[in-house]
């Protein structure tokens, strides 16, 4: 009884985390079933996964309702992330931890010290400013020719479909080879890719952090059960302490996502550095143990 109450405490931290940072809280869950309840790490990874499912859910309906998630760029480059999930899932049992730990380690204390140095890009001006200078036409003036047909070169791309209002998405490239890594670690590791998506997003791909933090959460969720299906099916999911987790992370979810937009950016990127270095020391420490 007392061990389901703090499952569901923590799980409410960890839910707490992972919808105010779109990381999914699993990089809490990890660490509090390994050294807190003594979980294998395969089963901590398997039970994080299932809470990610959770965070997902009850913030993504928030986060949508409020037009704050970018769906179509996340629903784009979540094409790789699941592919990557996929075969990270395969891969789980066969790559040595301490190799994965030492290289996301790394990484993380990279990302880090980029969101710590980062400046939220300023809004570009808008478009129709410009127009709206023009002199209005007299009743003598001639008519305006009709418009002509758009050429190719003037059809929207790829990045400006993906785009959201005041800002513009780039290095498209870098974004989707930065997703099928996310897909990769959030098998390998249970933490949802949300650690490597929400920096990936925001300093790669232009996207503003709190944006970059919702779509993440949109993405979490099909992240996870990707991965989580290759879980399922070698039995390493334990029922009996995947169950109050969920329910302590789905209750965090719920109430963080609901007061996500009164948080400050400038607050929720010193909430983001302090995690990402955490889990860097949680990983280190895993890769040298």
């Not at 980029?114 to 808008?126: H, K, T, V």
């Amino acid at each position: 009884m007392v061990a389901g109450l703090l499952l569901v405490t923590g799980g409410a931290a960890a839910g707490v985390f992972g919808a105010l940072l779109g990381l999914g809280g699993g990089i809490l869950i990890v660490p509090l079933l390994t050294l807190g309840f003594g979980l294998p790490l395969r089963e901590a990874v398997a039970v994080s996964l299932v809470s990610v499912i959770v965070t997902s859910s009850a913030a993504a309906s928030v986060y949508l309702q409020r037009s704050t998630a970018n769906l179509r760029l996340g629903m784009s480059l979540e094409l790789f992330t699941a592919s990557g999930a996929l075969c990270g899932g395969l891969l789980a049992y066969a790559i040595p931890e301490r190799v994965v730990a030492g290289l996301f380690a790394a990484l993380l204390a990279y990302t880090a010290f980029s969101m710590i140095r980062r400046r939220e890009p300023a809004p570009p001006a808008a478009a129709g400013a410009a127009a709206g200078t023009r002199a209005t036409p007299g009743a003598g003036d001639p008519p305006s020719p009709a418009p002509a047909a758009a050429s190719v070169a003037d059809r929207p791309s790829v990045a400006d479909r993906l785009s959201g209002p005041g800002y513009r998405v780039r290095n498209l490239p870098a974004g989707i080879a930065g997703a099928l890594f996310a897909g990769v670690v959030s098998a390998l590791l249970g933490v949802g890719g949300g650690i490597v998506k929400v920096p990936v997003m925001n300093l790669g791909m232009g996207v503003p952090l709190r944006v970059a933090t919702a779509t993440s959460n949109l993405m979490i969720g099909i992240t996870a059960s990707s991965s989580a299906i290759i879980y399922l099916l070698r039995g390493g999911i334990d029922p009996y302490v995947a169950g109050p987790t969920a329910v302590g992370v789905f209750v965090g979810a719920s109430v963080a996502s609901r007061l996500a937009h009164r948080v400050d950016v400038r607050i929720l990127r010193l909430l983001f550095v302090v995690v990402v270095a955490y889990t860097a020391y949680e990983m280190l420490g895993k890769a040298l143990a």
